[in-house]
């Protein structure tokens, strides 16, 4: 299985309406460093974070000093003032109004929301490149190898990360959906649970090879 290496992500030209979502829906803290980092010549994006509530104190402290503000202006500022023109729109309602480069940005580094809703953006490719979002957690990962409505391109996606063929609940959820090829899912049988065996066995959702191949592997088992 070969892992595909990640995409990378250009912070330096990320409109403001991305950088928004992004510490709207925050996965990292890091992501506040890295965009303050890529984002030197642009002080509406500077201010931006300044004013996120979210901001560590040490990037506040930073953005300041370049911008050459008062100290007082990177203090802590507390969740109650909030970000108004931000969370006036939902993150589904933004996303929408997104082009397809932009989808394309937030899919690397956006946050839990975020990935969620472009997961089922009609554009197979922006649903595909959440995938390699560094942040993605193994529980979004089953959810997507069990998920029917998953592209075949997103399975031969999961298959080639080793990491994630490592978690049993992954591998039975590939398994166990109908979209995976026989090919791919046939090879991983072995590696299940005799009791995980034997419900493929019955499920006949799955292709007849998958159930055939279960069927012979619980008879070597019990030696017959």
Do not use: H
């Not at 979210?54 to 100290?71: F, G, H, M, N, Y």
């Not at 490149?129 to 996606?157: F, G």
């Not at 049993?168 to 166990?176: E, K, P």
């Amino acid at each position: 299985m070969e892992e595909q290496r990640p995409l990378e992500l250009d912070l330096s030209s990320a409109p403001k309406e991305v950088i928004e979502l992004l510490v709207e829906d925050v996965s990292d803290s890091s992501i506040f460093e890295d965009i303050v980092k890529s984002n030197f010549k642009r002080p509406e994006i500077l201010k931006l974070i300044l004013e996120c509530p979210d901001t560590p104190l040490s990037v506040r402290q930073q953005i300041a000093e370049v911008l050459k503000l008062p100290v007082k202006t990177f203090q802590k500022i507390e969740k109650t003032q909030g970000k108004p023109e931000i969370r006036a729109q939902t993150i589904y309602q933004k996303i929408q109004g997104l082009s397809f480069s932009e989808k394309r940005l937030l899919a690397l580094r956006g946050g839990r929301e975020v990935r969620s809703v472009l997961l089922k953006d009609p554009n197979k490719e922006i649903s595909l490149t959440v995938l390699e979002n560094p942040k993605i957690t193994e529980t979004e990962v089953e959810l997507i190898a069990k998920s029917r409505s998953s592209p075949e391109e997103a399975i031969r996606k999961i298959i080639r990360k080793r990491e994630w063929m490592k978690n049993y609940s992954i591998v039975l959820a590939l398994v166990s959906n109908p979209k995976t090829p026989p090919g791919i899912g046939m090879p991983l049988l072995s590696g299940l649970k005799t009791k995980d065996l034997m419900s493929l066995e019955k499920n006949k959702n799955v292709s007849e090879a998958i159930r055939s191949s279960a069927r012979s592997l619980l008879r070597g088992r019990k030696g017959l």
